[in-house]
């Protein structure tokens, strides 16, 4: 079945830098548009970062010139580069895979910028 798996969350301090992965399985990784959401505690989930089968990148205003996204397809995995973090960017990240007629999402993995 198709399945996302986050990996590499963790704590940071203000400042420095962390690299998510999301490794896709079970289905056919090039064919979808891939996002980074995050949802911090008491807000909405939003979205952070996505990066198109044709690798156009979109980001949400507060993480643009820190963050970026990129895609492998051939390991099927996306990530997303978070430099110069901050206080704000504490949140559950997750991935998404994304089509048409299709949403699927991962566990998501915890991500702390904290002194």
């Known amino acids: 079945q198709v399945q996302l798996v986050e990996s590499g969350g963790g704590l940071v301090q203000p400042g420095g830098s962390l690299r998510l992965s999301c490794a896709a399985s079970g289905m056919i990784f090039s064919r979808y548009t891939m996002g980074w959401y995050r949802q911090a505690p008491g807000k909405q989930r939003e979205l952070v970062a996505s990066i198109t089968t044709s690798h156009s990148t979109n980001y949400a205003e507060s993480v643009k010139g820190r963050f970026t996204i990129s895609r492998d397809n051939v390991k099927n995995r996306v990530y997303l580069q978070m430099n110069s973090v901050k206080p704000e960017d504490t949140a559950v990240y997750y991935c998404?895979?994304?089509?048409?007629?299709?949403?699927?999402w991962g566990q998501g993995t915890q991500v702390t910028v904290s002194s």
């Open positions: 998404n895979a994304y089509g048409v007629g299709f949403s699927t």
